[in-house]
């Protein structure tokens, strides 16, 4: 059974920074992509950040310049490297991965607050 464990959420005073992490665990094969989502209150799920097999990578305009997504394929271990936080960045932040077989998996979630 595939489990991804996100961490690195928290509070953070705006324009600080958090580095997300997101591992995947059990018999995952041929991951496709990795990315992060996000949800903030009474709002859509929308994805923040992707990165493919071959380390294309595409931003929401929002975070582009600010957040910087990587992988670590040796460890099924997704980053999400977010700087110059702003209050609208407040959300839960979900890891999704996909791979070439059509399976797509999500983790719980982890919160993110900015805030004074």
């Known amino acids: 059974q595939v489990q991804l464990v996100e961490s690195g959420g928290g509070l953070v005073q705006p324009g600080g920074s958090l580095r997300l992490s997101c591992a995947a665990s059990g018999s995952i094969f041929s991951i496709n992509y990795m990315g992060w989502y996000r949800q903030a209150p009474e709002k859509q799920r929308e994805l923040v950040a992707a990165?493919?097999?071959?380390?294309?990578?595409n931003y929401v305009d929002s975070v582009k310049g600010r957040f910087t997504i990587s992988r670590d394929n040796a460890k099924n271990t997704v980053f999400l490297q977010m700087n110059s936080l702003k209050p609208e960045d407040t959300a839960v932040y979900y890891c999704?991965?996909?791979?070439?077989?059509?399976?797509?998996?999500w983790g719980k979630g982890t919160l993110v607050t900015v805030s004074l």
């Open positions: 999704n991965i996909g791979t070439r077989f059509g399976s797509v998996y």
């Open positions: 990165v493919t097999s071959d380390g294309s990578t």
